[in-house]
C-alpha cells in the first residue's frame, strides 16, 4: 500500500472528526487529536506555521490514516524538531 502524506488543512475536517470519533478507544489514555469543529480548525492553525507543520496519511484510495506532526522546528546551525505520528 502506498501514503500520501498532505498538509493539513480545513478541508479534511469532517474525514478527520470521523476517524477520530471511530479510533477513540485505541488512542487513549496516549493522544488527545481534536475532536470537534473548534478545536480541529485551532489544531489545523496552529499546525500551519514556520516552527510547527501537521501532515495527514491517506491511502490509495483516499482514506485518512493518520497524522504526523512536526513540532518545535529549529533551523539555522541547530538543526532539530520533534517528530510525532498517530494512526486511525
Not at 472528526?17 to 489514555?29: D, K
Amino acid at each position: 500500500m502506498r501514503v500520501r502524506l498532505e498538509l493539513a488543512s480545513l478541508k479534511h475536517k469532517q474525514a478527520f472528526l470521523a476517524a477520530v470519533r471511530a479510533s477513540r478507544g485505541l488512542h487513549a489514555p496516549w493522544v488527545s487529536p481534536p475532536a470537534t469543529s473548534t478545536k480541529f480548525r485551532q489544531y489545523v492553525k496552529a499546525k500551519s506555521g514556520d516552527r510547527n507543520v501537521a501532515y495527514f496519511a491517506f491511502s490509495n484510495s483516499g482514506d485518512i490514516l493518520g497524522v504526523v506532526n512536526i513540532s518545535e522546528i529549529v533551523r539555522g546551525l541547530f538543526r532539530s524538531a520533534y517528530l510525532g505520528y498517530y494512526v486511525f
